[in-house]
């Protein structure tokens, strides 16, 4: 049986459950510790809550209202990919030292470290390196009706 927030992934690192094709973000918590806390919601509007643990590298380009998910993926070992590596790690039209990305990926095998990642078909961009992606606190999922539903107009 499913449990609410389980997370199982496919061999090519996409989240076979949930899927959150065409779903969104709906925000991101940075409580204390090297953690975040990734809100998002499926097609059919059930908010689900994630927390990224030992966060090593985190970035968010294009953060907006609406952000529609396109794939959202957690990728291990060789399963990483160097160029999507190099995107996470530099400013766009910068370029990324060989060494400093040799040292990332060399982290990410020996360390057994996620990458995950977060693509849009609009808005935001997501990459994390961290070492864990766990089921949120199951109260943001309880507030999920304040979270996806526009309030009423006075």
Not at 65 to 74: H, P
Not at 95 to 113: D, E, Y
């Amino acid at each position: 049986m499913q449990q609410e927030n389980e997370i199982r992934v496919k061999s090519d690192g996409m989240l076979e459950i949930p899927d959150f094709h065409d779903g969104g973000l709906v925000g991101m918590l940075f409580p204390p510790g090297k953690r975040v806390i990734l809100i998002l919601k499926n097609v059919k509007d059930r908010v689900h809550s994630y927390e990224l643990d030992g966060v090593v590298m985190l970035r968010a380009d294009d953060v907006r209202a609406g952000s529609i998910i396109l794939d959202f993926t957690v990728s291990t070992g060789d399963a990483v990919r160097a160029d999507e590596v190099v995107r996470a790690l530099g400013d766009e039209g910068s370029s990324v030292a060989p060494s400093q990305l040799s040292r990332v990926m060399s982290q990410i095998k020996k360390s057994g470290l996620l990458f995950v990642q977060l693509s849009p078909s609009y808005g935001c961009e997501m990459a994390c390196i961290c070492k864990g992606i766990r089921a949120a606190d199951p109260w943001l999922a309880s507030i999920s009706p304040m979270l996806t539903t526009p309030p009423a107009k006075s």
